[in-house]
């Protein structure tokens, strides 16, 4: 679980502050306590921290909180009002097990900003998780997704299609507010020889044909109603 450079300059500091969509003081509450994964470009955080006019961090700072520090800290220092959900104890955390547990009713409508950076595809219980980043959602925000497509064969349970998410936006009145965007890294990841020892796959000969490319989905709602 975690946000890279693409959704702290490209999405929050990039379009969603620039239609006046994430602003500071706003409430924001990810699923999962996310890491920054920002270590390669780690003046993204100053980029985005100074963005919605936080104090940047120092140099001797920066790369500590860039490599997989937690993104509270950045959200907090921007001026955020920030939660995280995760089933262990955390900084800026609330711990449920999204399996089991709603969400608290003082949580319900609070937030600008919703994401689901790679954590709902670890949980069995989608409709909880789902219903969960519902009621977190005040009127008008914005709900964050980055989750699997295809190609992740040991990440997690779940995978998604666009259909879920049309099938999401229909069932709650939704808006797509970002195209269905899929990312796809270079290469294809074969079935695990593990997996592949537990199927009947016929041809056998065929089973290189199930080797696919690993691909996110990256999609964006608006809650348009409580």
Same mark, same amino acid.
Request: glycine share 10%; with cysteine; proline share 7%.
């Given at each position: 679980?975690?946000? !890279?450079?693409?959704? &702290?300059?490209? +999405?929050?500091?990039?379009?969603?502050? @620039? /239609?006046?969509? %994430?602003?500071? *003081?706003?409430?924001?509450?990810?699923? !999962?306590?996310?890491? &920054?994964?920002? +270590?390669?470009?780690?003046?993204?955080? @100053? /980029?985005?921290? %100074?963005?919605? *006019?936080?104090?940047?961090?120092?140099?001797?700072?920066?790369?500590?909180?860039?490599?997989?520090?937690?993104?509270?800290?950045?959200?907090?220092?921007?001026?955020?009002?920030?939660?995280?959900?995760?089933?262990?104890?955390?900084?800026?955390?609330?711990?449920?097990?999204?399996?089991?547990?709603?969400?608290?009713?003082?949580?319900?409508?609070?937030?600008?900003?919703?994401?689901?950076?790679?954590?709902?595809?670890?949980?069995?219980?989608?409709?909880?998780?789902?219903?969960?980043?519902?009621?977190?959602?005040?009127?008008?925000?914005?709900?964050?997704?980055?989750?699997?497509?295809?190609?992740?064969?040991?990440?997690?349970?779940?995978?998604?299609?666009?259909?879920?998410?049309?099938?999401?936006?229909?069932?709650?009145?939704?808006?797509?507010?970002?195209?269905?965007?899929?990312?796809?890294?270079?290469?294809?990841?074969?079935?695990?020889?593990?997996?592949?020892?537990?199927?009947?796959?016929?041809?056998?000969?065929?089973?290189?044909?199930?080797?696919?490319?690993?691909?996110?989905?990256?999609?964006?709602?608006?809650?348009?109603?409580?």
């Amino acid at each position: 679980m975690g946000i !890279g450079p693409e959704h &702290l300059t490209g +999405a929050y500091a990039g379009w969603m502050a @620039n /239609e006046g969509r %994430l602003q500071r *003081g706003d409430g924001v509450l990810d699923m !999962g306590a996310q890491e &920054l994964f920002c +270590a390669a470009k780690p003046e993204s955080v @100053n /980029e985005f921290v %100074l963005r919605f *006019g936080g104090e940047p961090y120092p140099d001797a700072e920066l790369m500590r909180i860039a490599d997989r520090g937690l993104a509270g800290d950045a959200m907090v220092r921007a001026g955020f009002r920030y939660t995280s959900v995760d089933i262990k104890p955390y900084p800026f955390g609330l711990q449920l097990d999204l399996n089991r547990d709603p969400l608290p009713a003082e949580h319900h409508g609070r937030y600008q900003l919703v994401t689901n950076h790679g954590t709902s595809e670890h949980v069995l219980n989608q409709w909880n998780v789902f219903e969960a980043m519902h009621d977190a959602a005040a009127e008008g925000a914005l709900m964050y997704h980055s989750v699997p497509f295809c190609g992740e064969h040991e990440h997690g349970i779940i995978q998604y299609t666009p259909k879920f998410f049309w099938s999401l936006c229909e069932a709650n009145g939704y808006e797509l507010v970002y195209p269905l965007c899929i990312a796809i890294a270079d290469g294809a990841r074969p079935l695990p020889p593990d997996f592949l020892k537990s199927l009947d796959v016929l041809p056998l000969e065929r089973v290189d044909a199930l080797a696919v490319p690993s691909a996110w989905l990256v999609v964006v709602l608006r809650k348009t109603k409580m």
